[in-house]
């Protein structure tokens, strides 16, 4: 099946720092790829969808200039925290799509747990 | 926009026996539904889809699903667990039918299979 590689699996950081998520679609073109932030015990909450060169759709409540998201190939989409805070701290997991023969068919990388101090 | 319930937060159960998980969503026009799985430390992966046809459908690893148009609910169903079928378990449905692409999940229901 597809393959969605999300990097780094885990990161710690200090507060004010910014940190990049990176997931990569690496046997398939990801047309669209899509955020997500899941808190314990709780299900997976849409941040954003990113296709492939344009600008990301964020979900209402999620800042734009807190959560940058590039698509710049179809392969890659990038999620950057900037100046992060507590607060932030959470699990981030991206998903991609092929293309609308997909027919929503999400493949999902391995998550991303960002602890920030 | 859809909304999916799941009935269930946790369920703990005993290997061989019988699961049945509940979801239902609220938007009525064409849906696509889908279960997912995450096992501990894992990232999620799909069960199975419905997006037409046969309403019971089959997934991986003995799983199987039946979508229920009158009821707006697609029940996730094992007939014999086994201890590693504990994860967690996550309905989903796109957002509109518009919405191409993105899926609302519901909460989750966590599963505990013991020996």
């Known amino acids: 099946g597809a393959v969605v590689s999300q990097h780094p699996s885990w990161v710690i950081c200090k507060s004010g720092t910014s940190v990049k998520i990176e997931c990569r679609s690496l046997d398939f073109q990801a047309t669209t790829m899509f955020w997500y932030r899941q808190f314990p015990k709780q299900s997976l909450m849409l941040m954003a969808t990113?296709?492939?060169?344009?600008?990301?759709?964020?979900e209402q409540g999620v800042e734009k200039d807190k959560f940058l998201i590039n698509h710049a190939s179809l392969t890659l989409s990038t999620l950057t925290v900037t100046s992060a805070h507590p607060e932030d701290s959470s699990f981030y997991i991206c998903s991609a799509k092929t293309g609308w023969l997909a027919k929503n068919i999400q493949y999902f990388g391995a998550g991303t747990r960002l602890s920030v101090l | 926009a859809q909304s999916v319930s799941q009935h269930n937060h946790h369920v703990i159960l005993s290997e061989a026996a019988s699961l049945e998980l509940g979801c239902n969503y609220s938007y009525g026009g064409t849906v696509n539904l889908f279960w997912y799985v995450q096992y501990p430390g894992q990232h999620l992966q799909l069960l199975l889809k419905?997006?037409?046809?046969?309403?019971l459908v089959k997934g991986i690893k003995g799983f199987e699903a039946e979508f229920i148009k009158s009821k707006f609910s697609f029940n996730l169903r094992k007939p014999s667990v086994q201890w590693s079928d504990t994860a967690e378990y996550f309905c989903a449905a796109p957002q509109t039918t518009d919405s191409w692409g993105k899926l609302q999940f519901g909460a989750g229901t966590q599963v505990v299979v013991t020996p």
């Open positions: 990113s296709n492939e060169g344009s600008k990301a759709t964020y």
């Open positions: 419905y997006f037409s046809g046969d309403p």
